[in-house]
């Protein structure tokens, strides 16, 4: 890529951020897990970017072919994810003053 495309390409990018979403955007309240298809109680993030429940995305890592005592592979795009850097993530979805986060439970890891 020269110089002239490497700019093109950044201008682009900042247009998309840049932009209103649109109407078919999804609507986090509408979130569903896409190992159960229900809303989550607890969101979890793994470090590639994908979000699931957070007890869904533990029995489906340590369930996998390749899991291993401290990793497993994640569902959607099949990458390494060590259980330690699942993140759960608080969802705030109305008006109001937060609430003390509480931590989630951390799930059994398999051994």
């Known amino acids: 890529m020269d110089e002239n495309e490497n700019i093109e390409s950044w201008r682009q990018n900042q247009q998309r951020i840049e932009e209103k979403p649109t109407e078919s955007s999804r609507?986090?309240?509408?979130f569903t897990c896409v190992i159960c298809f229900d809303q989550p109680d607890i969101l979890a993030a793994t470090p590639c970017g994908h979000l699931y429940c957070y007890d869904c995305i533990y029995r489906a890592l340590s369930a996998g072919t390749k899991a291993t005592a401290t990793t497993g592979e994640c569902s959607v795009c099949r990458r390494k994810v060590p259980?330690?850097?699942?993140?759960p993530l608080e969802?705030?979805?109305g008006e109001g003053e937060l609430d003390e986060v509480e931590e989630a439970p951390a799930p059994e890891v398999p051994k």
Not at 27 to 30: A, H, R
Not at 83 to 87: E, G, N
């Open 27 to 30: 609507i986090l309240s509408e």
């Open 83 to 87: 259980y330690k850097r699942v993140l």
């Open 91 to 93: 969802m705030k979805l």
